[in-house]
């Protein structure tokens, strides 16, 4: 049981290429999110999903996108990298419950833009 | 939306020592508050977690507590040690919603 798999661990990125982070999920959660995390302001939301073939939008979602085409993997994309987007990025997941239920997170993708 | 705010941004213990870190959130719908430590270079990990039908939980060192009427919870951590050492973050999430807002976190560093 690998709970939440992120791909890559670190990438370097030229202004204005792109890429997509993908998230996998192996404990059958319904729910996922993306967080980007920067020095001092804790982890914002970026996207989140609370079925497969849902997504919606979260604190700072411009600038990206999302897909959730399977239940066990949520990507995440970016058109036009630009330095602001450096970043470290969380992926989590959570189960639906009748309460909420506790966030697993990932190790973390280390993303610079250069 | 929510927002939550959390102090003290840094704390520093001696060993043995408590600490306590406080947050308020300003949705009065919210009723799910967890806790995450997060070490250097590492993913946040659930330490404890708190719903708005109980004031207190409890989990060996760890406590947490909720005032609903104020809007504040606080997490505290007694006989602290240095493996105690990291970033403490607070979120809430509202009943009506399935996703959390974070507080800034708190850099606990526990000395000896």
């Known amino acids: 049981n690998a709970g939440v798999t992120q791909t890559p661990k670190f990438r370097v990125l030229k202004t204005g290429q792109s890429m997509t982070l993908l998230c996998a999920q192996d404990?059958?959660?319904?729910?996922m999110y993306w967080y980007r995390q920067d020095p001092g302001m804790g982890l914002r939301l970026i996207h989140y999903?609370?079925?497969?073939?849902?997504?919606a939008k979260g604190e700072v979602p411009d600038g990206y996108n999302v897909s959730r085409l399977k239940k066990q993997n949520f990507l995440l994309g970016l058109e036009s990298a630009a330095p602001s987007q450096t970043s470290v990025y969380f992926c989590?997941?959570?189960?639906?419950?009748?309460?909420?239920?506790?966030?697993?997170f990932g190790d973390g993708t280390r993303l610079s833009i250069l | 939306g929510e927002n939550v705010e959390q102090h003290p941004s840094t704390l520093s213990v001696q060993e043995g020592d408590s600490a306590v870190i406080k947050c308020t959130y300003s949705d009065s719908a919210s009723n799910y508050f967890p806790w995450y430590k997060q070490e250097l270079g590492k993913r946040p990990q659930l330490i404890i977690d708190?719903?708005?039908?109980?004031g207190e939980k409890k989990d060996q060192r760890i406590a947490v507590t909720l005032n609903k009427t104020a809007k504040h919870f606080s997490l505290h951590i007694t006989e602290t040690q240095p493996e105690d050492s990291a970033v403490y973050f607070c979120?809430?999430?509202?009943?009506?919603?399935?996703?959390?807002?974070f507080g800034t976190g708190t850099r606990l560093q526990v000395t000896l």
């Open positions: 979120a809430a999430m509202p009943g009506t919603a399935s996703k959390l807002t």
């Open positions: 404990m059958n959660h319904e729910y």
């Open positions: 708190i719903r708005s039908n109980v």
């Open positions: 999903s609370v079925g497969e073939g849902t997504t």
């Open positions: 989590a997941s959570s189960d639906a419950g009748s309460w909420n239920q506790p966030q697993h």
